[in-house]
């Protein structure tokens, strides 16, 4: 089944801690990206891969890091996560043109830092 | 503010009604996108509509888009209780691949 899979799916920490949310696309997508939902803003890109080896910002890149070693993968990284970094993540796939065509979803992670 | 803005925030109406919801947008676009998310769950994609078409249909659901008024609309013809969810538009900006998304409008199909 073609899919895009998250995770974890929930994740509770505290402030400062490290943590990596994984993302992984089994339809050979080039283009990844991850966004955060947050009540009353939508939402929000925070970072986007064209290819293996190519990542760019989003609208809300701070405190995030990304790494795009494999197709397949896109994992987020939070070096030193923050309250206000408590959201929903959704990671996304699509076809080389990215935006330019249907963005397929991933379950979604909800991150609670406190 | 927001690139892609919804109205009506929020819509109650009665199974077999036709539901309308708009999309307002600023900037230049490749296309818009509709998406569907049922409460805390995943995106699903609806239908896309490039900067060059007016109207597509999928179904029971039909879109128009007017690029001099920058806006857009979902049409979703006799609804169902299944069909409550909240719906997203986003914008695909020209020459940048950046997608963004309004706030969305929380659909509620009463039986």
């Known amino acids: 089944e073609a899919q895009v899979t998250q995770n974890p799916r929930y994740l509770i920490t505290v402030t400062g801690k490290k943590l990596t949310v994984t993302c992984s696309q089994n339809?050979?997508?080039?283009?990844m990206s991850w966004y955060r939902q947050d009540p009353g803003l939508g939402l929000r890109q925070i970072y986007y891969?064209?290819?293996?080896?190519?990542?760019d910002k989003g609208d809300v890149p701070e405190g995030y890091k990304v790494s795009r070693k494999e197709k397949r993968n896109f994992p987020l990284i939070l070096e030193s996560p923050s309250p206000n970094q408590t959201s929903l993540y959704f990671c996304?796939?699509?076809?080389?043109?990215?935006?330019?065509?249907?963005?397929?979803f991933g379950p979604g992670t909800r991150l609670t830092v406190l | 503010s927001q690139q892609g803005e919804e109205d009506p925030q929020a819509l109650s109406i009665q199974e077999g009604e036709n539901a309308t919801m708009n999309c307002s947008y600023k900037?230049?676009?490749?296309?818009l996108q509709w998406y569907r998310q049922n409460s805390g769950r995943g995106l699903v994609h609806l239908i896309l509509?490039?900067?060059?078409?007016r109207e597509k249909h999928s179904g029971r659901l039909r879109v128009t888009l007017d690029t001099s008024k920058k806006s857009s609309s979902l049409l979703i013809t006799a609804s169902r209780a299944a069909d409550t969810a909240s719906y997203f538009c986003?914008?695909?900006?020209?020459?940048?691949?950046?997608?963004?998304f309004g706030q969305g409008t929380r659909l509620t199909i009463n039986p």
């Open positions: 996304a796939s699509s076809w080389r043109t990215g935006t330019y065509n249907e963005q397929f």
């Open positions: 339809m050979n997508h080039e283009y």
């Open positions: 891969s064209m290819n293996v080896e190519v990542t």
């Open positions: 900037t230049s676009i490749n296309n």
């Open positions: 509509i490039r900067s060059n078409e």
């Open positions: 986003a914008t695909a900006i020209q020459g940048a691949q950046k997608l963004v």
